[in-house]
Protein backbone atom coordinates (compact mmCIF):
# COMPACT_ATOMS: atom_id res chain seq x y z
CA UNK A 1 0.00 0.00 0.00
CA UNK A 2 1.01 3.45 -0.72
CA UNK A 3 2.07 5.25 2.74
CA UNK A 4 1.83 9.52 2.48
CA UNK A 5 4.06 10.84 5.06
CA UNK A 6 2.89 14.20 6.48
CA UNK A 7 5.10 17.01 7.75
CA UNK A 8 5.04 18.41 10.31
CA UNK A 9 2.66 16.34 12.62
CA UNK A 10 1.74 20.17 14.21
CA UNK A 11 1.87 23.36 13.37
CA UNK A 12 1.36 26.93 15.11
CA UNK A 13 1.07 29.79 13.14
CA UNK A 14 -0.30 33.24 13.58
CA UNK A 15 -2.80 35.30 11.42
CA UNK A 16 -1.28 36.20 8.24
CA UNK A 17 1.12 34.02 8.33
CA UNK A 18 2.15 31.77 5.72
CA UNK A 19 2.64 28.29 6.57
CA UNK A 20 3.70 24.98 4.24
CA UNK A 21 2.64 20.99 4.75
CA UNK A 22 4.90 18.20 2.96
CA UNK A 23 3.31 15.36 1.77
CA UNK A 24 5.84 12.50 0.70
CA UNK A 25 4.43 9.19 -1.10
CA UNK A 26 5.94 6.16 -0.93
CA UNK A 27 5.53 5.83 -4.26
CA UNK A 28 4.88 7.77 -7.09
CA UNK A 29 1.15 8.88 -7.57
CA UNK A 30 1.09 9.58 -11.40
CA UNK A 31 -1.56 7.91 -12.99
CA UNK A 32 -0.71 6.08 -16.31
CA UNK A 33 -3.90 8.24 -17.38
CA UNK A 34 -1.10 10.95 -16.64
CA UNK A 35 -3.26 12.56 -13.78
CA UNK A 36 -1.53 12.55 -10.24
CA UNK A 37 -4.41 11.79 -7.77
CA UNK A 38 -3.32 13.33 -4.29
CA UNK A 39 -5.89 15.96 -2.83
CA UNK A 40 -5.51 18.10 0.34
CA UNK A 41 -8.92 17.87 2.73
CA UNK A 42 -9.46 20.26 6.13
CA UNK A 43 -10.74 18.72 9.17
CA UNK A 44 -12.43 21.48 11.56
CA UNK A 45 -13.16 20.24 14.94
CA UNK A 46 -16.21 18.08 14.93
CA UNK A 47 -16.81 18.39 11.61
CA UNK A 48 -16.70 16.23 8.49
CA UNK A 49 -13.38 16.86 6.59
CA UNK A 50 -13.63 19.35 3.63
CA UNK A 51 -12.07 18.95 0.33
CA UNK A 52 -9.79 22.06 -0.46
CA UNK A 53 -7.01 20.98 -2.85
CA UNK A 54 -7.47 18.36 -5.96
CA UNK A 55 -5.37 16.94 -8.61
CA UNK A 56 -2.31 18.32 -6.96
CA UNK A 57 -2.84 21.71 -7.77
CA UNK A 58 -6.79 22.25 -8.33
CA UNK A 59 -8.40 24.72 -6.32
CA UNK A 60 -12.18 23.56 -5.23
CA UNK A 61 -14.83 25.13 -6.01
CA UNK A 62 -15.63 27.83 -3.23
CA UNK A 63 -12.17 27.96 -1.39
CA UNK A 64 -10.40 30.76 -0.74
CA UNK A 65 -7.80 31.17 -3.01
CA UNK A 66 -4.78 31.65 -0.17
CA UNK A 67 -4.73 27.82 -0.57
CA UNK A 68 -2.26 26.43 -2.90
CA UNK A 69 -0.87 23.06 -4.13
CA UNK A 70 2.00 22.00 -5.64
CA UNK A 71 4.39 19.19 -6.55
CA UNK A 72 5.15 16.15 -8.49
CA UNK A 73 5.81 12.26 -8.48
CA UNK A 74 6.57 11.56 -4.67
CA UNK A 75 6.26 15.19 -3.17
CA UNK A 76 3.47 17.34 -2.48
CA UNK A 77 2.73 20.56 -0.90
CA UNK A 78 0.16 22.49 0.81
CA UNK A 79 0.81 26.02 1.15
CA UNK A 80 -1.42 28.46 2.92
CA UNK A 81 -1.09 31.88 2.42
CA UNK A 82 -1.85 34.02 5.10
CA UNK A 83 -3.41 32.33 7.95
CA UNK A 84 -6.80 32.92 9.10
CA UNK A 85 -8.00 32.15 12.35
CA UNK A 86 -11.16 29.88 10.60
CA UNK A 87 -8.21 27.93 8.91
CA UNK A 88 -7.44 25.74 12.24
CA UNK A 89 -8.07 22.03 12.18
CA UNK A 90 -6.44 18.72 11.04
CA UNK A 91 -4.90 18.82 7.52
CA UNK A 92 -4.71 15.63 5.45
CA UNK A 93 -3.37 14.55 2.37
CA UNK A 94 -4.99 11.57 0.41
CA UNK A 95 -3.82 9.74 -2.96
CA UNK A 96 -6.60 8.06 -5.48
CA UNK A 97 -3.99 7.21 -7.49
CA UNK A 98 -3.36 3.69 -5.94
CA UNK A 99 -5.64 1.12 -4.86
CA UNK A 100 -6.36 0.76 -1.65
CA UNK A 101 -6.51 5.00 -1.51
CA UNK A 102 -4.20 6.13 2.04
CA UNK A 103 -4.53 9.01 3.75
CA UNK A 104 -1.33 10.90 5.81
CA UNK A 105 -1.44 10.92 9.63
CA UNK A 106 -2.60 14.81 9.21
CA UNK A 107 -0.65 17.89 10.25
CA UNK A 108 -3.05 19.74 13.29
CA UNK A 109 -2.68 23.62 12.56
CA UNK A 110 -3.29 26.28 15.70
CA UNK A 111 -3.64 29.72 16.12
CA UNK A 112 -1.33 31.33 18.08
CA UNK B 1 -27.90 19.54 -3.94
CA UNK B 2 -25.82 16.37 -3.74
CA UNK B 3 -26.11 15.22 0.01
CA UNK B 4 -25.04 11.93 1.73
CA UNK B 5 -26.24 10.50 4.78
CA UNK B 6 -25.37 7.55 6.89
CA UNK B 7 -27.32 5.74 9.27
CA UNK B 8 -26.83 2.63 11.34
CA UNK B 9 -26.34 1.32 14.71
CA UNK B 10 -24.92 3.54 17.36
CA UNK B 11 -23.47 0.72 19.66
CA UNK B 12 -22.79 -2.54 18.53
CA UNK B 13 -21.45 -5.59 20.97
CA UNK B 14 -17.48 -7.45 20.18
CA UNK B 15 -18.02 -10.04 17.91
CA UNK B 16 -20.78 -9.20 16.40
CA UNK B 17 -21.86 -7.71 12.94
CA UNK B 18 -22.02 -3.90 11.92
CA UNK B 19 -24.38 -2.75 9.50
CA UNK B 20 -24.35 1.08 8.18
CA UNK B 21 -26.42 2.75 4.90
CA UNK B 22 -25.16 5.88 3.14
CA UNK B 23 -28.35 7.48 1.41
CA UNK B 24 -27.39 9.68 -1.10
CA UNK B 25 -29.18 12.22 -3.13
CA UNK B 26 -28.63 15.03 -5.89
CA UNK B 27 -26.80 12.27 -8.02
CA UNK B 28 -27.65 8.74 -9.53
CA UNK B 29 -25.06 6.00 -7.94
CA UNK B 30 -25.09 4.72 -11.15
CA UNK B 31 -22.53 7.74 -12.15
CA UNK B 32 -20.49 8.26 -9.30
CA UNK B 33 -18.80 6.06 -6.61
CA UNK B 34 -19.21 6.52 -3.10
CA UNK B 35 -16.43 5.63 -0.76
CA UNK B 36 -16.50 4.73 3.23
CA UNK B 37 -13.73 6.33 5.62
CA UNK B 38 -13.80 6.48 9.28
CA UNK B 39 -11.93 8.01 12.39
CA UNK B 40 -11.49 6.44 15.42
CA UNK B 41 -11.68 9.10 18.39
CA UNK B 42 -8.46 11.49 18.39
CA UNK B 43 -7.03 9.59 15.31
CA UNK B 44 -6.39 10.38 11.66
CA UNK B 45 -8.50 8.86 8.62
CA UNK B 46 -8.65 5.36 7.26
CA UNK B 47 -10.16 4.76 3.98
CA UNK B 48 -12.51 1.32 4.39
CA UNK B 49 -13.37 0.68 0.77
CA UNK B 50 -15.22 2.02 -2.57
CA UNK B 51 -18.32 1.23 -4.86
CA UNK B 52 -17.54 2.44 -8.10
CA UNK B 53 -20.25 3.84 -10.35
CA UNK B 54 -20.24 0.35 -12.55
CA UNK B 55 -20.94 -1.68 -9.42
CA UNK B 56 -17.32 -3.01 -8.49
CA UNK B 57 -15.95 -2.71 -5.30
CA UNK B 58 -12.09 -2.41 -3.70
CA UNK B 59 -11.28 -2.08 -0.23
CA UNK B 60 -8.58 -1.54 2.18
CA UNK B 61 -6.29 -4.51 2.43
CA UNK B 62 -6.91 -4.91 5.98
CA UNK B 63 -10.32 -5.04 6.10
CA UNK B 64 -10.95 -6.91 3.04
CA UNK B 65 -11.68 -10.05 5.12
CA UNK B 66 -14.45 -8.67 6.90
CA UNK B 67 -15.61 -5.90 4.66
CA UNK B 68 -18.65 -6.28 2.05
CA UNK B 69 -19.60 -2.58 0.30
CA UNK B 70 -23.10 -3.67 -1.73
CA UNK B 71 -25.90 -1.05 -3.25
CA UNK B 72 -29.29 -0.36 -4.23
CA UNK B 73 -29.45 1.98 -6.85
CA UNK B 74 -33.04 2.17 -7.15
CA UNK B 75 -33.37 3.36 -3.59
CA UNK B 76 -29.66 5.27 -3.97
CA UNK B 77 -28.03 3.58 -0.97
CA UNK B 78 -24.66 1.92 -0.36
CA UNK B 79 -24.20 -0.67 2.38
CA UNK B 80 -21.41 -1.50 4.69
CA UNK B 81 -20.93 -4.50 6.55
CA UNK B 82 -18.03 -5.57 8.65
CA UNK B 83 -18.08 -8.28 10.83
CA UNK B 84 -16.08 -9.85 13.70
CA UNK B 85 -15.66 -5.90 15.46
CA UNK B 86 -13.65 -5.42 18.34
CA UNK B 87 -12.97 -1.91 20.10
CA UNK B 88 -10.54 -1.36 17.65
CA UNK B 89 -13.53 -0.36 15.17
CA UNK B 90 -15.14 2.17 17.18
CA UNK B 91 -14.85 4.97 15.47
CA UNK B 92 -17.18 7.52 13.01
CA UNK B 93 -18.05 6.27 9.94
CA UNK B 94 -18.49 8.37 7.41
CA UNK B 95 -19.42 7.67 3.39
CA UNK B 96 -18.18 10.65 0.65
CA UNK B 97 -17.91 11.08 -2.65
CA UNK B 98 -15.46 13.56 -4.12
CA UNK B 99 -16.10 16.89 -2.42
CA UNK B 100 -19.32 15.67 -0.76
CA UNK B 101 -19.59 14.22 2.83
CA UNK B 102 -22.29 13.25 5.18
CA UNK B 103 -21.92 13.83 8.91
CA UNK B 104 -20.78 10.59 9.74
CA UNK B 105 -22.48 7.89 12.04
CA UNK B 106 -20.71 7.16 15.62
CA UNK B 107 -20.17 3.14 16.63
CA UNK B 108 -18.65 2.45 19.33
CA UNK B 109 -18.70 -1.14 20.03
CA UNK B 110 -18.76 -2.48 23.48
CA UNK B 111 -20.74 -4.86 25.88
Known amino acids: DVVLTQTPPTLSATIGQSVSISCRSS???????????LNWLLQRPGQPPQLLIYLVSRLESGVPNRFSGSGSGTDFTLKISGVEAEDLGVYYCVQSTHAPFTFGSGTKLEIK | EVQLKESGPGLVQPSQTLSLTCTVS????????VHWVRQPPGKGLEWMGV???????AYNSALKSRLSISRDTSKSQVFLKMNSLQTEDTAIYYC?????WGQGVMVTVSS
Open chain 2, 51 to 57: MWSGGST
Open chain 2, 26 to 33: GFSLTDYS
Open chain 2, 96 to 100: TRGPY
Open chain 1, 27 to 37: QSLLHSNGNTY
